[in-house]
């Protein structure tokens, strides 16, 4: 059966280092995946969207890599902030679907 | 903010009973999207509406229905509550009938008691 996992479900990281999240999914042969961040209580906030031709991709301080070989995607954060702190989640489509899947998440923690 | 807006906030109910959550999408999109979260659950897609036509259906129980209106805003119906029912609902709304980037609403969670 399809499946997503994102590598664990707490990390904690100093203040200023990279964080990075990791995205597996099986079963899948999606057309692009995304990366969400949600805050506790709230609704997921789109923060990057990559297709299957694209291995990289980066906005700001964040970046994002996916090899379809692997079925991986990793997210970074590069000078991680406490402000970053929150969980990210990863999403992919299945193609010619016209919904998301989701992986559990990641809570990141980024300690002062 | 989102732009997408959901109602009520909070909702606190019985088993067996029948209750409606209301999402008004962002201006200019199409399509809206329902997700129930739980705990154990994570982010679970249910049914996607666009422009007034069912689109695609994901884990949605029998007892869970929606719709969309011409003024595209959409309602979830959950009728026969059952404890196991308490989550957060999470409208979104997308531009297109594809499932880019989409715009979380601030979710209603539901209690069942």
């Known amino acids: 059966s399809q499946k997503i996992e994102q590598n664990s479900e707490a990390l904690n990281i100093q203040e200023g280092k990279t964080a990075t999240l990791t995205c597996n999914y099986t079963?899948?042969?999606?057309?692009?995946l995304q990366w969400y961040r949600q805050d506790p209580g709230r609704g997921p906030v789109f923060l990057l969207l990559?297709?299957?031709?694209?291995k990289e991709k980066r906005k700001e301080r964040l970046k994002v890599t996916f090899d379809t070989t692997l079925k991986q995607s990793l997210f970074h954060i590069t000078a991680s902030q406490p402000a970053d702190s929150a969980t990210y989640l990863c999403?992919?489509?299945?193609?010619?679907?016209?919904?998301?899947?989701f992986g559990t998440g990641t809570r990141l923690t980024v300690i002062p | 903010d989102s732009g997408v807006t959901q109602t009520p906030k909070h909702l606190i109910t019985a088993t067996g009973q029948r209750v409606t959550l209301r999402c008004s999408p962002r201006?200019?999109?199409?399509?809206v999207y329902w997700y129930q979260q739980s705990l154990d659950q994570g982010l679970q897609f249910l049914i996607q509406?666009?422009?007034?036509?069912?689109?695609a259906k994901g884990n949605i129980l029998e007892r869970f229905s929606a719709q969309q209106f011409p003024d595209l805003h959409s309602e979830l119906n959950l009728s026969s509550l059952e404890l196991g029912d308490s989550a957060l609902y999470f409208c979104?709304?997308?531009?297109?009938?594809?499932?880019?980037?989409?715009?979380f609403g601030p979710g209603t969670r539901l209690t069942v008691l």
């Open positions: 979104a709304s997308s531009f297109g009938t594809s499932s880019n980037e989409q715009f």
């Open positions: 079963n899948y042969s999606p057309a692009y």
């Open positions: 990559i297709r299957e031709n694209e």
């Open positions: 999403a992919l489509d299945r193609t010619g679907a016209n919904n998301l899947f």
């Open positions: 201006s200019g999109d199409l399509s």
């Open positions: 509406y666009y422009n007034g036509e069912e689109r």
